[in-house]
Antibody, heavy 118, light 110 residues
Framework: EVQLVQSGAEVKKPGESLRISCKGSGYSFTSYWITWVRQMPGKGLEWMGRIDPSDSYTNYSPSFQGHVTISADKSINTAYLQWSSLKASDTAMFYC???????????WGQGTLVSVSS | QSALTQPASVSGSPGQSITISCTGTSSDVGGYNYVSWYQQHPGKAPKLMIYDVSNRPSGVSNRFSGSKSGNTASLTISGLQAEDEADYHCSSYTSSSTWVFGGGTKLTVL
C-alpha cells in the first residue's frame, strides 16, 4: 500500500526556520515525483512545487519560488519542505502528494499544520 | 499563474445530478488532457476522484464523471448522496511545467 506520512504539527515564531517532512513507503520512492500543496485556513489548494527524488531536480510555482525550498533524501525515502525565515502569513496546512505518470496527485499525505505567531 | 475558476458553491438534493465547472486557459486546461479533480471532506486530506479529464481511479464510484470542452473542464456527480457533501478542487498541468488548482467548490447536499 502506498503511504505518505508527514511530520507533526509545528508552532513557530516569525523569523524562525522550519523543515517539515514527507516519508513515502509501499512503492519505489525514486520513481515518482513528490509535490507540495498549501492550504491556507478556509481557502483552496495551491501548488507550491515538486521534486524528482531520483536526482533532486525541482521546479516551483512562481508564487513560492525563493520563499521555500523543496529537497529529498532518497536514502530514507523522504521529501522535505523548508523555510529559512517564517512569516505569520505562512500559517497553513501543507500536504505532500505523489505525482503519478498522468500528471495527477494520486496519493496524499495526511497534512502538516504550521502555525506562525509571535 | 492564475488559479482556475470554479464556482464557490453548488447544491443539490439527494438523487439529483450536479456539475461543477473549472475554467482555465489554452495554457492549462485547454492545452492538455491533464485535468484532475479532488474531493476534500472537512479536516481531511484531498482524495483523487478523476484524472486525465475523465478517468476514475479504482474504488471511486461511477457516479463521478469528468469531461472537458475547450478551456473548461467539468465534474458531474449523479445520484447525489449525503456523503458527497465536501469541497471539490480541480487541477491542471500547465505549459510552464507546473500545476495549478481552482479555488475550490463547496458542494452542499440539501
Amino acid at each position: 500500500e502506498v503511504q505518505l506520512v508527514q511530520s507533526g504539527a509545528e508552532v513557530k515564531k516569525p523569523g524562525e526556520s522550519l523543515r517539515i517532512s514527507c516519508k513515502g513507503s509501499g512503492y519505489s520512492f525514486t520513481s515518482y515525483w513528490i509535490t507540495w500543496v498549501r492550504q491556507m485556513p478556509g481557502k483552496g489548494l495551491e501548488w507550491m512545487g515538486r521534486i524528482d527524488p531520483s536526482d533532486s531536480y525541482t521546479n516551483y510555482s512562481p508564487s513560492f519560488q525563493g520563499h521555500v525550498t523543496i529537497s529529498a533524501d532518497k536514502s530514507i525515502n523522504t521529501a522535505y519542505l523548508q523555510w529559512s525565515s517564517l512569516k505569520a502569513s505562512d500559517t497553513a496546512m501543507f500536504y505532500c502528494a505523489r505525482l503519478s505518470s498522468g500528471w495527477y496527485m494520486g496519493n496524499w499525505g495526511q497534512g502538516t499544520l504550521v502555525s506562525v505567531s509571535s | 499563474q492564475s488559479a482556475l475558476t470554479q464556482p464557490a458553491s453548488v447544491s443539490g438534493s439527494p438523487g439529483q445530478s450536479i456539475t461543477i465547472s473549472c475554467t482555465g486557459t489554452s495554457s492549462d486546461v485547454g492545452g492538455y488532457n491533464y485535468v484532475s479533480w479532488y474531493q476534500q471532506h472537512p479536516g481531511k486530506a484531498p482524495k483523487l476522484m478523476i484524472y486525465d479529464v475523465s478517468n476514475r481511479p479504482s474504488g471511486v464510484s461511477n457516479r463521478f464523471s469528468g469531461s472537458k470542452s475547450g478551456n473548461t473542464a467539468s465534474l458531474t456527480i449523479s445520484g447525489l448522496q449525503a456523503e458527497d457533501e465536501a469541497d471539490y478542487h480541480c487541477s491542471s498541468y500547465t505549459s510552464s511545467s507546473t500545476w495549478v488548482f481552482g479555488g475550490g467548490t463547496k458542494l452542499t447536499v440539501l
